[in-house]
């Protein structure tokens, strides 16, 4: 379906890699490594409107399906809903990137994952100091809508 919502950071904060597949990768990517473990962190310098290393691309992304595009394959789900729900998660996604630019957040984290993990963290944090806008509760809806949705829809949770 090529949403590329598993490259571009939405789903998937970083992918692990295998230590057979990383001199050909270590070619294509940067490549982390902690505690002796390789991975590299999304978005995937890689995908741009789909994966420019396709045939090389790690076995974990090979081998990935969310649960949207495992809906579609056993046929639970037309393709017209998939198109459908991919599009109201970049609506969603595109609201909280407008509300975060609003609210002036300075969140570290490069993919979007790993800056909604961040940035509830701060929310929860900031939840007991009552000091939340109309806006944070805003926010803080607009996630657990995102949430819900990739959970039910994709089989992945944000948190």
């Known amino acids: 379906m090529s949403c590329g919502f598993c490259c571009d950071g939405t789903l998937i904060g970083y992918v692990q890699l295998d230590r057979e597949e990383l001199p050909v990768l270590r070619e294509l990517m940067n490549i982390e490594d902690a505690n002796g473990k390789e991975f590299f962190l999304?978005?995937?310098d890689n995908y741009c409107d789909g994966c420019s290393i396709y045939s090389k691309r790690p076995k974990q992304c090979a081998n990935f399906k969310c649960g949207l595009l495992k809906s579609l394959e056993q046929k639970e789900l037309d393709f017209d809903?998939?198109?459908e729900m991919i599009n109201v998660v970049k609506q969603k996604k595109?609201?909280?990137e407008k509300k975060l630019a609003t609210l002036q957040f300075e969140l570290q984290s490069q993919?979007?994952?790993f800056k909604m993990v961040e940035l509830k963290k701060l929310l929860q944090k900031n939840k007991s100091e009552s000091s939340?806008?109309?806006n944070h509760i805003e926010l803080i809806s607009d996630l657990e809508q995102l949430d819900s949705l990739l959970s039910k829809k994709f089989g992945i949770s944000l948190y």
């Open 111 to 113: 993919s979007f994952h």
């Open 42 to 44: 999304q978005p995937c």
């Open 94 to 96: 595109i609201a909280i």
């Open 132 to 134: 939340l806008t109309q």
């Open 81 to 83: 809903l998939a198109i």
